[in-house]
């Protein structure tokens, strides 16, 4: 079945029908998304006391350009154009807005991770927690200088997932917040779906490892925690101790001249010097540029044309 039988593509002149590029958008599982999104989608009042404003654009052509975005991470525009420019990204992004005024998305996360945990089951066996960085170049709420990479804006998305890697709560904040920061409001988040005593044992990375965090663990019930333990750091030695240590090298540079001088001919090497060290791989510039001219020149035969 082509995509434009799910409403997803519209050839036109310009456009072939091709086949489905993925599974989440055959039409068989968008009509079935759709079926399951549209009843959560509010009734939208009409305000105007004529009714004679311009009719507004379809959920369903909506959601089609939202579903393609989500899908294939390409941009809004892109999307539109996936599906037929049957209506424009902008019209797509003021109605995303309003779903999420309107807690749509809140509950269609609700709604597939109750209809996993019905037709599959989730696993709670082994739950691990841990943060991932995005870029936010626009910037806005929620956004922080991401330490990894210049200081440029982004965010951070802590998620819980299950023994399958099924996320069941999240969190988001700023790119700056530290990961062990945003434990607490991932576990409420899972906690607010009820399934937050059902995890038997959690694992996190040496970036949790703190008594805090087990603190936090304990306070939410909790008690079997695989922490990976946070690596020793070496003392580095303080500006005095590098000056002395700088100095009895010098010392010890300066005895082995001594004895090299004081010991008898015989003994000595056939240099009259000490053999100074050879750096390798480290050659200087104009060395390089005399290989690059000592090098012949390739040339290439010259042809002419016919009428000469």
Not at 119 to 130: A, H, K, P, R, T
Not at 172 to 184: E, H, P, Y
Not at 203 to 232: C, F, N, P
């Amino acid at each position: 079945m082509a995509p434009k039988e799910s409403g997803l593509l519209k050839p036109n002149n310009d456009q072939v029908e091709v086949l489905t590029i993925m599974r989440a958008l055959d039409p068989e599982v968008v009509e079935a998304i759709w079926r399951a999104v549209e009843p959560l989608i509010p009734v939208r009042e009409v305000s105007h006391p004529l009714g004679c404003h311009r009719q507004r654009a379809s959920d369903r052509a909506c959601f089609a350009v939202m579903l393609v975005r989500l899908a294939t991470g390409c941009s809004w525009e892109d999307a539109e154009r996936l599906c037929g420019s049957e209506v424009s990204d902008t019209t797509v992004r003021a109605r995303r807005d309003e779903w999420i005024s309107g807690g749509v998305f809140e509950a269609i996360a609700e709604e597939a991770i109750g209809g996993y945990d019905r037709v599959i089951g989730l696993d709670f066996s082994d739950v691990s927690v841990d943060g991932s960085l995005h870029k936010a170049p626009a910037g806005g709420e929620g956004t922080g200088p991401n330490p990894t990479d210049r200081g440029k804006l982004g965010w951070k998305w802590s998620i819980a997932t299950d023994l399958n890697g099924i996320p069941f709560g999240w969190a988001i904040d700023g790119a700056n917040r530290n990961d062990s920061v945003l434990l607490a409001p991932t576990l409420d988040n899972a906690a607010g779906r009820g399934l937050l005593a059902e995890i038997d044992t959690i694992w996190l990375d040496r970036g949790y490892d703190s008594d805090i965090t087990r603190q936090r663990l304990a306070e939410r019930g909790i008690d079997d925690a695989v922490i990976a333990k946070k690596r020793k750091r070496q003392r580095r030695p303080s500006q005095e101790e590098r000056s002395d240590g700088a100095a009895l090298a010098g010392r010890a540079d300066q005895l082995v001249a001594h004895e090299f001088r004081s010991a008898p001919p015989e003994h000595r090497p056939a240099t009259a010097t000490p053999a100074r060290p050879v750096r390798l791989g480290r050659r200087r510039a104009a060395h390089r540029q005399a290989d690059r001219l000592a090098k012949p020149l390739v040339t290439l035969p010259v042809t002419y044309p016919l009428s000469l």
